[in-house]
């Protein structure tokens, strides 16, 4: 029993000496999770087909290695489940005009110019 007891004292004090990672992500990582939080808004609202999707997800993360690829694509579902804090599932509406609000923001400027995509009527 006190072989067991020294064992666990050990491991743990093992485990907690072990280097520790930095869960932040560097500017270029918060960037490409931007991007791709304005190009899972615009697929949201159904602007997007699937090659769009594709190739703009492409060209985001493009050369990323794919450990971190899952951490921008982590953050960037962040980014819209923030915008959709609070609305309940029924609100579609709210929700809609949330993710068009993100997506029309100078933040998801798309190419050489931004499209806006709002319809007034």
């Not at 743990?12 to 931007?34: H, I, N, R, W, Y």
Request: hydrophobic share 45%.
């Amino acid at each position: 029993m006190m072989f067991r007891n020294v064992y666990l004292l050990l491991s743990l004090t093992a485990v907690l000496c072990m280097p520790v990672q930095a869960l932040t992500l560097s500017s270029v990582e918060l960037d490409a999770a931007a991007q791709l939080g304005c190009v899972l808004a615009d697929d949201a609202l159904g602007y997007l087909n699937e090659e769009q999707f594709n190739d703009r997800f492409d060209e985001v993360v493009g050369d990323l290695p794919e450990a971190q690829v899952d951490v921008i694509y982590a953050k960037a579902l962040g980014y819209i489940d923030g915008l959709l804090f609070g609305v309940s599932s029924g609100n579609s509406d709210i929700a809609q005009r949330r993710l068009e609000s993100y997506s029309n923001s100078g933040s998801c400027a798309y190419g050489a110019q931004a499209v806006s995509r709002t319809v007034s009527l």
